[in-house]
């Protein structure tokens, strides 16, 4: 990658958490897990031409690895009753929004063997999500794989139809779940306030929020077939994280504050790159 690249890739999160921290009125402190987690991000994306070495090793282990996290959050103490996170110091970690990208990507992975692995971490994710409750991981996690549909074999399509159908079922009945915890300004209802304030913040808010779009549309033009997949999966996944945030008291990723969001868009980032 570039220089310039990568120097985007640093930069692009910015917007939206601007826009966040000043539609929400919060204290700055209140986003300094946000910041915290940009500057991992970052290190990752200065870091990635040594990673490229290692592709194959992650690929493998990515997929388990989140899953074994995400299901920690069931041992985790709750919020009432609410089990999503994971206590890193003086952080609560949201585990599915920092981690469960790293599962999607292996969904679209060329390697058969690799996607068959993801699917199935997936699927035991998704039972995770309806006990946490998640709805809006569970719901982006389903939409993420209906590109598997196109992809698989023809020797794979019903076995892979039967996947896909867990996974969506399973989110459906994250939705009946209850779920007790009120909308946090600086967390869940970030693009509600900024709407709120007039045209010029909801165009604000438009711009950065495609910027975090734009490589999901360099990827979905590109020539590899694979990388197609992989930017339909990615796309899938980010729009559902911000139509789920309408419906139901989820965080609002990047603009909102919160580490997991923006971790996990930086794997997206890194994926795709």
């Known amino acids: 990658m570039p220089p310039v690249g990568r120097a985007w890739l640093v930069l692009a999160p910015v917007p ?5 921290m000043a539609a929400s009125g919060a204290p700055p402190v209140v986003f300094l897990p946000s910041l915290v987690a ?23 282990w990515a997929p388990p690895f989140a899953l074994l996290v995400i299901a920690a959050t069931l041992l985790a103490p709750g919020l009432d009753g609410v089990h999503r996170w994971l206590t890193v110091g003086p952080v609560r970690l949201n585990a599915s929004t920092a981690l469960l990208p790293w599962l999607v990507v292996a969904l679209g992975n060329g390697d058969a063997r690799v996607r068959w692995r993801a699917l199935a971490c997936a699927c035991v994710a998704q039972v995770v999500h309806v006990a946490q409750p998640d709805a809006a991981q569970a719901s982006v996690l389903a939409l993420a794989s ?4 196109a992809i698989a074999r023809e020797q794979d399509r019903w076995p892979t139809l039967l996947g896909v159908g867990l996974l969506v079922g399973l989110a459906a009945a994250a939705w009946t779940r209850p779920d007790p915890l009120p909308a946090l300004d600086h967390v869940e209802r970030v693009l509600v306030l900024a709407a709120a304030r007039g045209p010029l913040w909801i165009g604000a808010a438009l ?3 495609l910027a975090l779009f734009l ?4 990827a979905l033009t590109h020539p590899d077939r694979e990388r197609r997949h992989l930017g339909a999966i990615v796309a899938l996944y980010l729009a559902a994280a911000f139509a789920a945030t309408f419906v139901g008291h989820f965080p609002v990723p990047i603009f909102g504050a919160g580490a997991g969001p923006i971790l996990g868009w930086f794997a997206f980032a890194l994926a795709l790159r």
């Open 146 to 149: 209906l590109p598997l549909l």
């Open 16 to 20: 939206a958490a601007l826009v966040g």
């Open 215 to 218: 490589p999901v549309a360099s």
């Open 38 to 60: 940009w500057a991992a991000g970052a290190a990752a994306v200065l870091a990635l031409p040594s990673m490229r070495a290692r592709r194959r090793d992650l690929t493998a």
């Open 207 to 209: 711009a950065a929020g």
